[in-house]
């Protein structure tokens, strides 16, 4: 069946410095993948999509990255502010919907 | 702009008791319409999925059923809720022309007792 991992351990990180979070997936081939931001207690907020024929995408300090051999997607954070901390998703669709499979998030704390 | 309205924001239920979440997209027409659920420490599943008014694809077998009377309305129910309903269920849209991305509610969070 389709699997997706996030790491499930928080990432802790200095202000300032780069955080790296990483996607896995398996026994899929999506067209494309998605990142999102979840603060606690409130609905996921969209932040970059990357398609299959995509390497990189950038937004602001927003950077993630898609390898299809790997199946893997690395998002990362750079200049980090405690604002940014937050659970990151990871979803990978494949059609004109939103019908998207989930991993279980990675929590991000950034420390001043 | 779009916005999305879902509530109650929390809600306690007994066990046997009957559910209605109830989901409002403003500023869009025709969107695409999910509920989404999520258990603690553990990645979104996808309940429900409309394309249209009447139209519901289940996509995980469930005590739950979806309906939407309108275009921009979309009602999450149960008539007998079970322990393992409890958890945060998310309404979200996508517009229909590039409906990768989703925009979520503010989610209700249940716990039935």
Same mark, same amino acid.
């Given at each position: ?11 802790? @990180?200095?202000? +300032?410095?780069?955080? #790296?979070? *990483? ?15 979840? !603060?606690? +207690?409130? +609905? ?20 993630? #990255?898609? !390898? ?9 954070? #750079?200049?980090?502010?405690?604002? !940014? ?15 998207? @499979?989930?991993?279980? +998030? *990675? ?6 | 702009? &779009? ?34 659920? &999520?258990?603690?420490?553990? =990645?979104? &599943? ?7 008014i009447g139209q ?12 939407r ?17 409890? =958890? ?26």
């Amino acid at each position: 069946s389709q699997k997706i991992e996030q790491n499930s351990e928080a990432l802790n @990180i200095q202000e +300032g410095k780069t955080a #790296t979070l *990483t996607c896995n997936y398996t026994n899929y081939s999506p067209a494309y993948l998605q990142w999102y931001r979840q !603060d606690p +207690g409130r +609905g996921p907020v969209f932040l970059l999509l990357i398609r299959e024929n995509e390497k990189e995408k950038r937004k602001e300090r927003l950077k993630v #990255t898609f !390898d299809t051999t790997l199946k893997q997607s690395l998002f990362h954070i #750079t200049a980090s502010q405690p604002a !940014d901390s937050a659970t990151y998703l990871c979803a990978l669709g494949s059609g004109n919907t939103g019908k998207l @499979i989930f991993g279980q +998030g *990675t929590t991000l704390q950034v420390k001043p | 702009s &779009q916005t999305i309205h879902q509530w109650p924001a929390t809600l306690v239920q007994p066990v046997g008791s009957p559910l209605s979440l109830e989901c409002t997209v403003e500023g869009t027409s025709n969107p695409n319409l999910y509920w989404y659920r &999520q258990a603690a420490g553990r =990645g979104l &599943q996808l309940l429900f999925y409309s394309v249209g008014i009447g139209q519901i694809s289940s996509e995980v077998p469930q005590n739950l059923s979806a309906s939407r009377p309108q275009d921009r309305q979309f009602i999450l129910s149960s008539k007998k809720l079970l322990l393992s309903d409890s =958890g945060f269920y998310l309404c979200a849209w996508s517009p229909r022309s590039s409906g990768e991305k989703l925009f979520f509610g503010s989610g209700t969070q249940l716990s039935v007792l």
